[in-house]
């Protein structure tokens, strides 16, 4: 009687690997490769509760990334920002902004209003969609604005209830201004129909965003999927997909999931320093990210209450935060990112985690260089190495 084989083993190192070179992390990907727009798809989405995260994302991935082509996807409703996985803010293309929020509603979303549900006693949920839709559509409105005029509907509801049942219920997009380069705007909706101005594709299905996520992210485990998706259950759906993929181990034992046809790059592969943005899916997106957070204790050090900070990584694994800064020469006076009149000289701080090497800190310097060259239009750059939080 032949002996049932045991799947393959992968280390954490190479599942590091091939994460970092399905995330365009260990190479950036030429143009003639890989458009703006094809790279945001092909990552199915880039986490954007700020305005700049998916700008500093796309610096770390693309070959001569210019802010403006993102900016003007946006602009050109080809691109746009809205609540999808884990009901939290992400730039996805148009097709994506319909078919994924579809598909991942019943997670993040779904969740997310059942917290609210104390504040909605009396409240229609399909009639408050109904009303939300054509309010947002009628004129784009502010959550403000939203929850004041479901109040006349339903006075005794909590307000700020009201207006995130909206948010919930609804593919509410943020409209530009917001999210434009070098633009300033209020987080402004209305729904992802009437702004891109089609429909979602009702034949995507969660077969298919269980291939695109191991795509992305794979190697993967069940609950690596749905961390990242915010959905639960979804072991039937690997259960269906597995004649078609190929299963391995972890270092642990969890069994994981993969493509046939992925890369999975020797684990011996150089991996460069990479500038990050905070919130990057790469750090988010599995149950255990020991594939890109060696050290357990490094998983604090990289928020403060909830603020999260942009974040190093060297040798494929997270070393550091950063952080930006402007300076006008002429008075001395500083100004965090997202303030730019007057300044004229870019300060990037590098906090990190433990000591590297000379040649490491010369690449680490090297490649916050060129980090503020596609992100930056500071005439001069200051790279440091030093504390900004204790």
């Not at 633009?183 to 291939?211: C, I, M, N």
Request: proline share 6%.
């Amino acid at each position: 009687m032949a002996l049932a084989k045991h799947p393959p083993v992968l280390t954490a190192r190479a599942l590091n690997r091939a994460t970092l070179d399905r995330q365009l992390l260990l190479r950036r990907s030429p143009r003639t490769r890989m458009s703006v727009l094809g790279a945001i798809e092909h990552l199915v989405g880039l986490q954007a509760q700020n305005v700049k995260p998916p700008y500093v994302a796309l610096a770390a991935r693309l070959a001569d990334f210019d802010p403006q082509e993102l900016s003007a996807l946006m602009a050109s409703r080809k691109a746009g920002r809205l609540v999808t996985m884990r009901s939290t803010i992400h730039t996805h293309s148009a097709a994506d902004s319909l078919a994924l929020r579809q598909l991942v509603q019943s997670g993040g979303p779904a969740r997310e209003l059942r917290m609210f549900q104390g504040g909605l006693q009396g409240v229609d949920l399909d009639q408050l969609a109904v009303l939300a839709r054509e309010l947002v559509e009628e004129e784009p409105r502010t959550m403000k604005q939203l929850r004041e005029a479901l109040l006349v509907r339903w006075p005794h509801a909590d307000p700020q209830s009201l207006s995130i049942a909206a948010r919930c219920l609804l593919p509410l997009v943020q409209i530009t201004p917001r999210g434009l380069w070098g633009s300033s705007g209020q987080v402004t909706l209305t729904t992802a129909e009437h702004w891109f101005g089609r429909t979602a594709d009702p034949t995507a299905t969660a077969d298919d965003l269980v291939l695109r996520y191991l795509g992305a992210f794979g190697p993967a485990s069940v609950k690596d999927m749905q961390t990242w998706s915010g959905l639960t259950r979804m072991r039937e759906v690997f259960a269906r997909l597995r004649p078609g993929l190929l299963v391995f181990r972890d270092e642990k034992g969890v069994e994981l999931f993969d493509l046939p046809d992925a890369p999975r790059p020797d684990p011996s592969t150089p991996a460069p320093p990479r500038f990050l943005p905070e919130y990057d899916n790469l750090l988010l997106s599995h149950a255990d990210r020991s594939r890109v957070v060696a050290q357990d204790e490094y998983k604090s050090l990289t928020w403060r209450g909830n603020q999260s900070y942009p974040t190093l990584l060297v040798d494929g694994f997270l070393a550091g935060i950063w952080q930006l800064a402007r300076t006008d020469d002429r008075t001395g006076s500083e100004a965090r990112e997202t303030s730019e009149a007057g300044a004229n000289r870019a300060t990037l701080t590098v906090q990190l985690f433990a000591p590297l090497g000379k040649a490491q800190r010369t690449e680490v310097a090297q490649e916050a260089e060129r980090t503020l060259s596609a992100l930056s239009s500071a005439a001069t750059y200051d790279i440091r190495f030093g504390r900004f939080l204790d």
